[in-house]
């Protein structure tokens, strides 16, 4: 079944001009919108149509977002919902958690007024991959160079603000009939496969000739590269690796490694055998994702990693429970007597900013800070930020 057939986006919203430019963006990421404006066209369209996504105005009149949500959970409805709002993150953030107490399946947030290419980032981010993948197209999407990569900027402590230091390589597949596909639409079937090491090697050139081309633009940046579980099994990979950096003339001590714990659990001895030459060059290796799932203290001092990136669904709790809190307050801690570096990702909001900034983290990424872009986009971003223009977004100083 093709993808218009299947996803079906109803947007809820009193400004039809909005209205209008969802119903524009969905013909463009190939989903059909239906619409309503008032409380009563939202109950209607639930009766009448099954929508896979639905586009959220918390604010309405007439209509109390948090009571539509009640709605919706009352109706026992499965599709993923997206709230909007010209309010600030923080009430986005909190009605997102209600929604996700009431058991729905709350995908995210967007902030109005909110750029065309974000809308349409966020609708085509969220739709459901309803044509199956083939391998056959995957390895074509390789062949023919549909893949691609966008950089999420990192900000590093400085001495007395934050500066981009480096940014984070993430994998995008620009599909001739999906849209822009994002690594969970197809790095499952890549892993199973086995063509997760051809993608990781496109990605990990694209890295490190970036990495090259900033520097000729005088820009000394990092770039950090996801690997696969499958990867660090790979005796080949540190000589692979070295030979790309003299290639490219990038020394080790540029590039980062993020590995998650699922890495090292198969064969613990020949991933340490890899993680050490890999250090031992002079690459640096994070530990992703902590503070998830499997999370084993055991591999922060056993395994040599030099950061831990502490997982965005913990960070996006920490503003309102404690616990995680002290989670993340005790995570900072442990890395540090283990001299090890602290990264929080998925920093989205002003306070979640200022918390970890008071709690010594060292380095932040996150939609707070920028998004992940085009190569091309990051040079005017830094000299921006680096620049000390922060004006876009209030950056805490010390
Ligand atoms: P990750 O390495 O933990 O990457 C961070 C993910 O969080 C990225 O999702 C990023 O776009 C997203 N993110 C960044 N800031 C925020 C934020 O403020 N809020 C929220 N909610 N999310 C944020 P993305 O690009 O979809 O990547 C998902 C995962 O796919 C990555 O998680 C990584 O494990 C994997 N991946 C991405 N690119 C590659 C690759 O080239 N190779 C391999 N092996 N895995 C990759
Ligand atoms: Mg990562
Ligand atoms: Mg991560």
Redesign the pocket.
Same mark, same amino acid.
């Given at each position: 079944m093709s993808r218009r057939k299947r996803n079906l986006v109803l947007a809820v919203d009193d400004e039809t001009d909005f209205l209008e430019l969802i119903e524009h963006i969905g013909q463009g990421v190939g989903c059909d919108v239906i619409t309503a404006d008032s409380a009563t066209g939202f109950r209607d369209q639930l009766t009448r149509r099954q929508p896979t996504l639905i586009l959220l105005d918390l604010q309405m009149p007439g209509m109390d977002g948090i009571e539509a949500l009640r709605y919706l959970a009352r109706q026992n409805i499965s599709a993923g919902v997206l709230l909007a709002s010209g309010m600030d993150q923080r009430v986005l953030t909190s009605a997102r958690q209600l929604g996700e107490s009431l058991g729905l399946r709350m995908l995210?947030t967007l902030q109005k007024p909110a750029m065309l290419e974000d809308i349409e980032a966020l609708l085509a981010?969220h739709l459901e991959p309803d044509e199956r993948i083939s391998l056959d197209d995957l390895q074509r999407a390789i062949d023919e160079h549909e893949l691609i /990569?966008?950089y999420?900027p990192k900000l590093q402590r400085a001495a007395h603000d934050w500066q981009v230091t480096g940014a984070?390589?993430? $994998?995008?597949w620009r599909h001739p009939r999906l849209g822009l596909l994002?690594?969970?639409d197809f790095?499952p079937l890549a892993?199973q496969s086995g063509l997760?090491v051809g993608?990781?090697d496109f /990605?990990l050139t694209d890295a490190i000739r970036q990495i090259g081309h900033w520097r000729s633009r005088g820009l000394h940046l990092a770039a950090a $590269?996801?690997?696969?579980p499958r990867?660090v099994q790979d005796l080949e990979f540190p000589d692979r690796l070295a030979r790309l950096l003299k290639e490219f003339d990038v020394t080790a001590d540029q590039l980062n490694l993020?590995v998650?714990e699922a890495a090292s659990l198969h064969d613990p001895d020949l991933v340490m055998d890899i993680f050490t030459r890999l250090r031992v060059r002079g690459v640096g290796l994070s530990l992703?994702?902590f503070g998830t799932g499997l999370s084993s203290l055991t591999q922060l001092y056993k395994m040599p990693f030099s950061e831990v990136?502490i997982?965005?669904s913990l960070i996006?709790e920490v503003m309102a429970t404690k616990p995680a809190a002290t989670v993340v307050r005790a995570i900072i801690e442990l890395a540090h007597n283990l001299s090890l570096k602290v990264c929080a990702?998925?920093?989205?909001t002003s306070p979640q900013f200022e918390f970890l900034e008071q709690l010594g983290c060292d380095a932040l990424?996150?939609?707070?800070i920028a998004?992940?872009m085009p190569a091309a986009e990051i040079e005017s971003f830094i000299s921006v930020w680096n620049g000390g223009d922060h004006t876009l977004i209030p950056v805490v100083r010390k």
């Open positions: 995210g981010r /990569v966008h999420q984070e390589a993430l $994998v995008r994002y690594p969970g790095l892993e997760i993608i990781t /990605v $590269v996801n690997l696969s990867l993020e998650t992703d994702d990136k997982d965005g996006a990702e998925g920093v989205e990424q996150g939609e707070f998004h992940a």
